[in-house]
């Protein structure tokens, strides 16, 4: 046999790894921080008073709001239109509370508390932020079984670091490490999609041939 | 008869199976996936995983819905609250089995 068999723990979690197996789902989130990562920019260079740092504090909230229900559906769709058909349609239960939550929300309230103790010639902001993304992202990977998901980690957190210690002000550090967080997930999601699609060429029938 | 040894030999033999013990896992965590899915994650074929599945619905493990998405038929399945505690008991039963437990 050429692979060892898989364990019945691996079993069970494969549906949740084949959501993120296409890569869609980093490419929508790494454009979401890209995008929540030039509006923080956008804000910081406006001066203070002006009417656009007001505009740009409300596209600041928007962004997540609207970019996440937007994007969910535009991966259902394309999941829908590209995925589904050469791989299979899997029905998530949402209504499922999940540890993971939990892991990052308590990690998220010790990386507040630690912000509080760190010195402060530190962006602590950036820092925070990085490790924040670095520890969904490992959740993601330990859950989803991903080994890209721990090399993204790793990198949000680095990047998060480099913007602590190189960039003065809270804002500038903050837009960094979303953007370049962002820009990341972008190519890994763009490069595990052209996987996928080298793997799993478009199927010459039509339904699930059941 | 020593109890591990007893929980072998009654091992519920439709669950049991390893082709639909993979499907029950898969199912486990989920509301439901379509045949497609099953046979790319356990490499069956279709005949053989029709055969598997119409088991488990026999054995009332395993719910079968033929639906349309748009014009195309798509085959949701959907484990069963009985198939899920068979396939939890089952589980408990092997790691009882290799852990030379109850």
Not at chain 1, 22 to 41: M, N
Not at chain 1, 90 to 105: G, H, L, M, N, T
Not at chain 1, 138 to 153: G, M, N, P, S
Request: glycine share 10%.
């Amino acid at each position: 046999m050429d692979k060892p068999m898989p364990s019945l723990k691996e079993l069970i979690d494969r549906p949740f790894r084949y959501f993120y197996d296409d890569g869609l789902v980093e490419l929508a989130v790494g454009t979401l921080f890209l995008a929540a990562g030039l509006a923080i920019s956008a804000w910081a260079a406006t001066p203070a008073g002006s009417i656009w740092r007001v505009v740009g504090a409300l596209l600041l909230v928007a962004t997540p709001m609207l970019g996440s229900v937007l994007f969910k559906r535009l991966v259902q769709r394309v999941k829908d239109r590209w995925v589904h058909p050469r791989t299979g349609y899997v029905d998530y239960d949402e209504s499922k509370p999940s540890r993971a939550r939990w892991v990052v929300i308590g990690g998220a309230l010790v990386l507040a508390i630690a912000g509080f103790l760190l010195p402060d010639q530190i962006n602590n902001m950036a820092l925070m932020e990085g490790a924040l993304l670095g520890l969904v992202l490992v959740t993601l990977a330990y859950r989803a079984r991903l080994a890209r998901f721990y090399l993204l980690a790793a990198i949000a957190a680095l990047i998060g670091l480099a913007a602590a210690l190189w960039l003065g002000s809270d804002l500038w550090g903050s837009a960094a490490t979303f953007g370049a967080t962002g820009a990341v997930m972008i190519l890994s999601g763009g490069c595990a999609l052209r996987r996928y699609f080298m793997a799993h060429p478009e199927p010459s029938g039509h339904g699930d041939g059941a | 008869m020593s109890q591990p040894i007893k929980s072998l030999v009654e091992a519920d033999r439709i669950v049991h199976e390893p082709a639909r013990l993979a499907i029950l896992a898969l199912l486990h965590s989920i509301r439901g996936a379509d045949f497609l899915y099953l046979q790319e994650e356990t490499g069956l074929t279709k005949g053989n995983l029709s055969s598997h599945l119409s088991r488990l619905e026999e054995a009332g493990f395993v719910e079968i819905e033929k639906t349309f998405k748009g014009k195309i038929p798509r085959t949701i399945c959907r484990i069963t609250a009985a198939g899920r505690v068979a396939f939890e008991t089952h589980c408990q039963a092997l790691k009882g089995i290799i852990e030379g437990g109850s």
